[in-house]
């Protein structure tokens, strides 16, 4: 018996100057900034965009309709989802069923989060393994399932605290 095997690795990538990717990853038809780094196990899916100087650790899933603005950090293992089975099961191939996940800049999110279809604005820190249900408008430190504010982030002469620099 054979398998039908497809490969995808890297296609019709958008690359800003001086990218990193570690393979292997799965990348197509999406655009990465410059200084993007995008660490091994990695799939980021088509339309995804990431701003300059984002770093996506390895085993991390970023599926169409998300966006993510500069300066983040996305940590291993963080799910990003676009469909939440709203009608009872997965959507399959309905678009119109899939929603979009804007994250802004300096936004950092910790290792094994799920990041549901929502914003997030800029200056949030995401804690490991929690689960994003609902927008955050407000800077600061989130955590759990699901992911509330933990606490604010300090306002230092380099910016605030905890964004990546
Ligand atoms: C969320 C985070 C930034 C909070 O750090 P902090 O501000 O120093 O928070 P503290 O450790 O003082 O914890 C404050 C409270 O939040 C809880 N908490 C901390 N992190 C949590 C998390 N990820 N999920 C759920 N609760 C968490 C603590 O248990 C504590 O609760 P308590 O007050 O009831 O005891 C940090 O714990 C975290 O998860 N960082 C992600 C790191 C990461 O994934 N790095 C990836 C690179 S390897």
Known sequence: MEADTKSVTIRNV???HRVTVIEPVNLYE????DDVFVGPFVEIQRGVRLGARTHVQSHSFLCELVQIGH???????VMFIN???ATGGPAGGNRELWEPTRIG?????GSNATILPVRICDHVVIGAGSVVTRPIDEPGIYAGNPARL???L???????E???R
Do not use: K, M, W, Y
């Open 150 to 152: 933990l606490r604010h």
């Open 154 to 160: 300090e306002d230092t002469p380099d910016g605030l």
């Open 162 to 164: 905890g964004s990546p």
């Open 83 to 85: 469909d939440r089975f």
């Open 71 to 77: 300066d983040c950090r996305v940590a291993h293992g």
């Open 105 to 109: 800049n300096h936004v950092s999110i």
């Open 14 to 16: 958008q690359f800003g």
């Open 30 to 33: 999406c655009e990465l900034g």
